[in-house]
């Protein structure tokens, strides 16, 4: 299945298919009460989602947009459920997968709780890590690169014209 830049995979609230990033790359809404929207994750190729309902089945927690033309595969839930159920070493594979989701939340941990001159340089190093082919700034708005590095949409600003001016 492909998807193009800003085209919605699914929404916050549904039920649906699990799905597994081929290429690409998507960011992860979610809808708060106030009809504003947080940037919550970022999902990078190789990556099996939604995290939350790999082992049950669970509305999606939030709405999922693809940044750039993006290639995923739907894994139909039913038939996913199915065959835990029939070969229960795949909870194995549940299990890291959720590792490796782990593994890449710490990571941008360490940028969150950087100083604020060294956080959008580290998100620009793990963003690369995953996709090299745009800088962040295009993939992003400063809102959404804000929510991710913990600071604000003024503060990424200027951060970002410190940067250009070097």
């Known amino acids: 299945m492909h998807l193009h830049r800003g085209e919605i995979l699914f929404h916050q609230g549904e039920m649906g298919n699990l799905y597994r990033l081929e290429s690409g790359l998507l960011k992860v809404v ?6 504003s929207s947080l940037l919550f994750n ?11 309902s790999l082992i049950s089945p669970q509305p999606y927690f939030a709405t999922c947009i693809a940044v ?7 894994i139909p839930a039913e038939s996913w459920y199915e065959s835990l159920e029939r070969d229960p070493v795949q909870y194995r594979d549940v299990a890291l997968s959720l590792q ?18 060294d956080r959008i340089p580290l998100f620009r190093e793990w963003l690369s890590r995953h996709f090299r082919e745009q800088p962040v ?24 014209r410190k940067e250009n001016k070097k």
Do not use: C, W, Y
């Not at 970022?42 to 939350?52: A, K, S």
């Not at 490796?100 to 001159?117: H, I, S």
């Not at 700034?137 to 970002?160: A, K, P």
């Open 30 to 35: 979610r809808i708060r009460p106030d009809g």
């Open 100 to 117: 490796n989701t782990l593994r890449l939340v710490q990571q941008r941990m360490a940028f969150v709780t950087a100083p604020t001159r």
């Open 42 to 52: 970022l999902l990078v190729p190789g990556e099996m989602f939604p995290h939350h």
């Open 137 to 160: 700034e295009q993939l992003l708005t400063q809102e959404e690169i804000g929510q991710l590095v913990g600071m604000s949409r003024e503060t990424v600003n200027r951060q970002l």
């Open 68 to 74: 750039t033309d993006s290639r995923v595969k739907p």
